[in-house]
């Protein structure tokens, strides 16, 4: 099974603070992405990575930054988390074209964010 | 540009009858189209997906999806629901199988009553 790791699921922070939210996978899959989830506006995505070091802005990029140096982990970091990214933050991973699932996407747990 | 539906924010459903959640989509070509389920305070599971053949797909938990093409629609169907299938089901659609390029819907919560 694939496994997608979000190491924490539930994060208080304060206005102004950075925030590092990090994230693995077990798959050795390609592509890894990070959503935001709202009710009702359903699933954003804010960035995707399609191998190390490589980034490609999403829907919601502003206010957010990626790191992936390594194949398995990709970082989503709020640089000065403010009251509007209070959200559910999903990673998730795909393996890359070609492959005969490339393109489904397998989610992480999720991490409640919440900004006061 | 592609787009996903789901008219309906909340679908209940006794337990034992058939149950519906409804999906429309907008898309340039061909759809790749899926179907995820998110549990209480957890990630959203893969449930299945059409790329192409046949036209009624089944996958995990008893689920299936009917592909219209005539009508842009992918609803997903199950013939008699559980009270554990309650849980925000959302559609998705992509243009190029890509899954950098997939849009999702707002999502369905679905009730079933005991």
Known sequence: DVKVTQSSRYLVKRTGEKVFLECVQDMDHENMFWYRQDPGLGLRLIYFSYDVKMKEKG?????????????ERFSLILESASTNQTSMYLCASSPG???????????????????? | AQSVAQPEDQVNVAEGNP???????????N?????????????????LKYITGDNL????????????????????KKPSALVSDSALYFCAVSYSGSARQLTFG??????VLP
Not at chain 2, 64 to 76: D, G, I, R, V, Y
Not at chain 2, 106 to 111: E, F, H
């Open chain 1, 97 to 116: 074209v070609g492959a005969v699932d490339g393109n489904t996407i397998y989610f992480g747990e999720g991490s409640w964010l919440t900004v006061v």
């Open chain 2, 57 to 76: 797909v089944k996958g995990s938990y008893g689920f299936e999806a009917e592909f219209n093409k005539s009508q842009t629609s992918f609803h997903l």
């Open chain 2, 106 to 111: 707002s999502g369905t919560q679905l009730t």
């Open chain 2, 31 to 47: 759809p790749y189209l899926f179907w995820y389920v998110q549990y209480p305070n957890r990630g959203l599971q893969f449930l």
């Open chain 2, 19 to 29: 149950l519906t959640v409804k999906c429309t989509y907008s898309v340039s070509g």
């Open chain 1, 59 to 71: 829907d919601i990029p502003e206010g957010y930054s990626v790191s992936r140096e390594k194949k």
